[in-house]
């Protein structure tokens, strides 16, 4: 049945009583709009009373007499028709220019904040821009298709529960009032460190922001611990108050050995000093039901977040993995999760392809990677330097797989185009300091030299909220483009397998396999590798690597800036010399980013790897080994998976001192490549 609907239903003439159009037009099966101060009239002296169908008779004939004084109903009904639509027409065409006018406005902070001279590769660009349009991919990925990068029913169940990250931003901001609480009630219980223990996606984001945005004025100050070498650990040990410290155990499955054996260790030290009160000082941040979330409630933690269970670690940023630990330390995170929302507007199903910031970047990493473009190297600002590090693990670790994949070169110092061979895409994150504008200015003479540059200029710091979205979507839509699955990490188990079995070894020996140097001088020792001496050596390994190929620096000692100023030297000659693409990654961190790659990605590295002598041991209460027994054979494992491949590997370890042993390396390696090349 239609219902009629009586509208402006108050009364316009003062001479009329102010309720008539509602008494008069009572009935069944109608619909009446009433204003509110018709409402308050009526309920204070209104008739209810069926009206509408009464002396109809009487109603006809004021109908027809209408026509003998000139007026025309149907003329007037018309007009009134035409009025009325022409006005909510008009009302609806000013909102949805309204509307269109703040989307161009969103595009724009994103849309208008990039750029990409990428020569001879425009072409390939637009059409895959074009492809993802016509396939409705935007629509498809907001919808969680998993059929996007996948065709096989097994592949893809296991995709659908790794899509939760696309939904998570709305989630999250909902959660923002809760987590400032949290943060807050820490403050007034005199917190004044905090500690992320955590490995991979757990860990990366929480560093870039703490990095990024430090401690707001009276929150605890964050450290981030995502390694097993023991005097990290205990440095971190001596700068905090343990008994005025959180520590945040942090792992999706709950079950990642590096988490589990650093919180078995500091609730071991934090119980020496609160005693019986030791769960205030920890919580956890894990999926539910998990190992972990169990441990949690049962030793009475002071909270335990249970994560959507449907996040890969690496895409984790934006849920309470990286929340968490911002809100600790005083983040906005109305305002970061608030530029998060802006990139979803900017990227959601409703913005064509070639205006959409997250399908852009992902073709333009795509159709490069496709066309041997192939290492993207990442140029951020120094004002949010350690972004990298997070990039690095989310590309690394979603494309490197099936003998393919992208290969992130974070931290490598921009150099002349003379040292780069045709396999690069530059990519800059700019803040417009006068830094960016120097770093500007050595891209410029890249593009000039042919090399592809990509530019992103953020409005702020904050503006890493819709980074993290938008190159999580890039990266998904790269995957889509090369046919890979990005939301898997087949080979990041090989190593940690190779782990366990040495660590069972050890337990029945009392021992490692540690194998015999096969050659030795002074500070140094090389593993598998023959020479004349340790140059020579190092030569045979470093002369496999081609243009095209890349060289892997994989250090498994403490991250301190001694240390890394010297592995940078040493990477970098090796990029001068040989026109490759370096990495530089710290054991086991690496394993949980670029090891996926290593193993899984195109079979073009080389890998050094440095190991050192351990001044300091530190015990896993519980474990039958210690952290540095656990990090040597971390090393080991790795080391023998890509040996195992017969990939060209070397392990260089240092006796003694550990920056002068580096520092020999970086002589050796300078006459290793000059000999080379």
């Given at each position: 049945m239609q219902r009629p609907l009586w509208g402006s239903t108050s009364s316009k003439n003062p001479a009329y009583k102010d309720v008539i159009y509602i008494e008069e037009v009572i009935g069944p099966d109608t619909v009446n709009t009433i204003p509110p101060q018709t409402i308050e009239a009526f309920l204070d002296h209104g008739v209810v009373a069926r009206t509408v169908d009464q002396d109809l008779d009487a109603a006809r004939e004021v109908m027809q007499k209408l026509e003998t004084y000139g007026i025309s109903l149907e003329d007037v009904t018309n007009k009134l028709q035409a009025d009325g639509v022409k006005s909510f027409s008009d009302s609806f065409d000013a909102l949805?220019?309204?509307?269109?006018?703040?989307?161009?406005?969103?595009?724009?902070?994103?849309?208008?904040?990039q750029s990409a001279e990428i020569g001879e590769y425009q072409g390939k660009v637009e059409s895959r821009l074009t492809q993802l349009q016509e396939a409705g991919f935007a629509g498809k990925l907001w919808n969680l298709d998993d059929s996007l990068w996948q065709d096989d029913p097994s592949v893809r169940e296991k995709i659908a529960n790794r899509l939760g990250w696309l939904p998570v931003v709305e989630e999250m901001?909902?959660?923002v009032p809760e987590l400032q609480a949290f943060a807050d009630e820490l403050k007034q219980d005199g917190f004044k460190f905090a500690v992320v223990l955590g490995m991979g996606g757990s860990s990366l984001a929480p560093d870039v922001l703490r990095h990024t945005f430090g401690s707001a004025q009276g929150y605890p100050e964050l450290r981030v611990l995502d390694t097993t070498d023991s005097a990290a650990i205990h440095a971190v040990e001596r700068e905090v108050d343990l008994e005025h410290t959180l520590f945040i155990v942090s792992s999706k499955s709950g079950t990642t050995v590096e988490p589990n054996s650093l919180y078995a260790y500091f609730w071991d030290r934090v119980a020496s000093v609160r005693g019986e009160r030791v769960g205030e000082s920890f919580i956890a941040i894990t999926d539910p039901g998990t190992k972990m979330a169990n441990e949690a409630y049962s030793k009475n933690f002071r909270r335990v977040f249970e994560n959507r269970a449907d996040i890969g670690g690496r895409y984790s940023a934006l849920s309470y993995f990286g929340l968490v630990p911002a809100a600790i330390i005083g983040v906005d995170l109305e305002a970061l999760l608030g530029r998060a929302q802006e990139a979803a507007r900017a990227c959601g199903p409703d913005a064509p392809a070639a205006d959409n910031p997250g399908l852009w970047l992902g073709a333009v990493i795509g159709e490069l990677t496709q066309a041997g473009r192939n290492k993207l190297t990442l140029i951020a600002s120094p004002g949010i330097g350690t972004y990298g590090y997070w990039v690095e693990q989310l590309i690394a670790e979603s494309t490197g797989k099936e003998g393919a994949g992208v290969l992130p070169v974070e931290g490598e110092a921009l150099g002349g185009p003379e040292v780069y061979g045709d396999d690069r895409l530059f990519v800059h994150l700019s803040l417009g300091s006068s830094d960016d504008q120097k770093i500007a200015a050595k891209l410029d003479a890249l593009v000039a030299a042919g090399h592809p540059v990509v530019r992103l200029k953020l409005?702020?710091?904050?503006?890493?909220?819709?980074?993290f979205l938008r190159w999580e979507i890039a990266t998904a839509v790269a995957g889509a483009v090369l046919g890979i699955n990005p939301f898997d990490e087949p080979n990041v188990q090989e190593s940690k397998d190779n782990t366990m079995r040495l660590l069972e070894t050890y337990q029945r020996e009392g021992a490692l396999p540690e194998p015999e140097p096969t050659l030795s001088d002074g500070e140094l020792s090389l593993y598998g590798v023959q020479g004349a001496n340790l140059s020579d050596a190092l030569a045979s390994v470093l002369s496999r690597a081609d243009e095209g190929d890349y060289v892997a620096f994989m250090i498994y000692t403490q991250m301190t800036p001694e240390v890394d100023e010297a592995m940078q030297d040493v990477r970098i000659q090796a990029r001068d010399a040989l026109r490759t693409a370096t990495t530089l990654g710290y054991g086991p961190r690496?394993?949980?980013?670029t090891g996926q790659f290593h193993k899984g990605g195109p079979q073009v590295g080389v890998f050094v790897q440095v190991t050192a002598d351990d001044a300091l041991d530190l015990e896993i209460p519980g474990s039958p080994y210690t952290f540095n027994t656990l990090k040597r054979a971390q090393a080991?494992?790795?080391?023998?998976?890509?040996a195992g491949r017969g990939l060209p590997s070397v392990r260089v370890h240092v006796w003694g001192d550990l920056v002068s042993g580096l520092l020999t390396l970086r002589s050796l390696v300078q006459d290793a490549v000059s000999a080379t090349r």
């Open positions: 949805d220019q309204v509307i269109q006018e703040k989307r161009d406005i969103m595009l724009a902070e994103m849309g208008d904040r901001t909902k959660q409005a702020g710091p904050l503006d890493l909220g819709g980074e690496f394993l949980h980013s080991l494992g790795d080391f023998e998976a890509l």
